[in-house]
């Protein structure tokens, strides 16, 4: 017969071991959401390589991008204004439109949102098919509306949008290719603050989900560690400021999407794109 002792010492052990199994599978699922991928989608920004300890830039990441045991952060309040009257796109496209571009011509941005202004220098030369798609996406009210859905303050820094769906997983319905993954700006593994790239659905195993940008961009705020699979097509020219606001409002984890989601309530009221 087991003593009193000996059963008290067996459910402690059992306890114990629980304890580990759990801290293990924590300690995984933390392990998982710091390598790099997130989204044309969740970002869609989630995959990647190891050695960054980041969160992926996809569009479909169904993992938090908080670590397991950090517990949701209390809300600021919401530095932004009501959005504007309207309705996110539900358009789609068979195929990546026609090339317009005039690549030896100056592309500018502007993304009027609830925050504040966003101003953006778009870089045709180097990134011709991305930024033709943006510009084609802007001047068909693709991001009128939308949110931006997501929010990195940890390890990374971005905001991400370009999803008219609000939930990272929206897609224009067609791809385009990487580009400008050699820019001498992605010095040392770093985007700088201030860069504008596109997510996309790499995982960093497989070259087969290379190629797989959309619609989802993310705005880099502060100098964040990637690896050079999202490809850069701007700059940020004004409103940084609005940027370091919306991610001073802090971020919450959507249990619903697995992202985390701003405080503030960011909306692109109007996209433009002009030729200069």
Not at 6 to 30: G, M
Not at 39 to 58: E, K
Not at 135 to 164: E, M, T, W
Request: net charge positive.
């Amino acid at each position: 017969m087991v003593s009193r002792d000996q059963r008290r010492r067996q459910l402690a052990r059992e306890k114990y071991e629980r304890q580990q199994q759990r801290r293990s599978a924590d300690q995984r699922k933390a392990k998982r959401r710091n390598v790099i991928i997130a989204s044309v989608v969740a970002v869609a920004l989630a995959a990647g390589v190891t050695a960054y300890a980041s969160t992926a830039l996809a569009g479909n990441d169904q993992d938090s991008d908080r670590a397991a045991a950090t517990p949701p952060p209390s809300k600021a309040p919401d530095p932004c204004g009501r959005p504007a009257k309207g309705t996110p796109s539900t358009k789609t496209w068979k195929k990546e439109p026609a090339m317009s571009l005039d690549t030896s011509a100056s592309y500018s941005a502007k993304l009027a949102t609830t925050c504040g202004t966003v101003e953006l220098k778009l870089d045709a030369a180097k990134a011709p098919h991305t930024v033709n798609s943006f510009a084609f996406l802007a001047g068909r009210g693709y991001f009128d509306h939308s949110k931006c859905h997501r929010l990195v303050d940890q390890n990374i820094y971005v905001l991400q949008c370009g999803d008219p769906k609000g939930t990272g997983q929206g897609t224009p319905g067609y791809t385009i290719p990487d580009e400008n993954l050699k820019d001498s700006r992605l010095k040392g593994g770093v985007y700088p603050a201030g860069t504008v790239a596109m997510a996309n659905r790499y995982d960093g195993r497989s070259d087969k989900t290379r190629n797989s940008g959309g619609s989802q961009f993310f705005l880099v705020y502060q100098d964040s560690k990637l690896p050079p699979n999202y490809t850069p097509f701007g700059t940020v020219t004004g409103g940084m400021d609005v940027l370091k606001k919306i991610a001073k409002a802090g971020s919450t984890p959507d249990p619903q999407t697995g992202n985390t989601a701003p405080n503030a309530t960011v909306v692109i009221d109007k996209a433009t794109v002009k030729k200069s």
